[in-house]
């Protein structure tokens, strides 16, 4: 049904999570670090799903989601002992859609597996409106995901290009952190609404002046583009 990363660095906990996921009818490639997850990444395009331990040797599951998170929009589920509230906020900061924490239900992850999955496609069915959007001497060009100033190209991850796109297609109209959580990160996302500030802060540096000048904060609710 589905090609999964399983990362952790405890075999029997790999092996736990491959053999309920085989039996959905999942095919499960599995790395005992961080560094072998990245490059299972890097070679496999049609992943679907990611499953990571955080404390794990080379590199932690934070910086594998990160690194994920800036070049695909896949569902990321992070499977931790770590239950503080402090590591889930660093989770879902780091781009992860779900944060389980050990010991888990095995029936449990296997329904949160089948949610994610089926977020992610319809994620993908969606698409984008292939016609340009231009504000001022910003382009955005949805079917091909890019995004130019005055003819420059601007690198920008796909969740910062997506809520580029979002606001862009109707200047002045506020849209609420919560109702870009549902939008993008879907209605399951259980993570703080302060990602959304992260990823709209980052968005405006990238962006320099044009963001600076057009994206605007509407406090206490969320953000718009200016349409002045």
């Not at 491959?18 to 490059?39: F, R």
């Not at 800036?70 to 590591?87: G, H, N, T, Y």
């Not at 919560?178 to 709209?200: K, P, Q």
């Not at 057009?214 to 349409?227: A, E, F, M, R």
């Amino acid at each position: 049904m589905a090609k999964i990363l399983v990362a952790d660095d405890e075999q029997l906990i790999r092996k736990l999570i491959g053999d309920c996921l085989t039996k959905d009818g999942h095919e499960v490639l599995e790395a005992e670090n961080g560094e072998i997850a990245l490059n299972i990444f890097e070679k496999n395009k049609d992943l679907e799903l990611a499953l990571l331990d955080i404390m794990m040797p080379e590199v932690d599951g934070w910086e594998v989601c990160r690194k994920i998170r800036e070049k695909s929009d896949m569902p990321i589920m992070l499977v931790s002992a770590r239950s503080q509230d402090f590591d889930q906020i660093m989770g879902f900061e780091s781009g992860a859609d779900d944060y389980v924490t050990k010991p888990f239900s095995l029936a449990i992850l296997s329904k949160r597996v089948d949610t994610l999955l089926k977020r992610g496609t319809n994620l993908k069915r969606k698409g984008d409106d292939s016609d340009y959007i231009v504000i001022d001497n910003l382009t955005i060009k949805p079917s091909s995901h890019e995004v130019t100033i005055d003819g420059a190209t601007v690198e920008l991850t796909l969740k910062e290009f997506k809520i580029l796109t979002k606001l862009c297609k109707t200047p002045g109209r506020v849209y609420t952190r919560d109702a870009l959580l549902d939008e993008l990160w879907g209605m399951d996302y259980t993570g703080d609404t302060r990602t959304v500030d992260s990823h709209v802060a980052r968005l405006r540096t990238k962006l320099g002046e044009w963001g600076l000048k057009n994206i605007i904060t509407v406090y206490g609710t969320g953000y718009k583009i200016n349409d002045k």
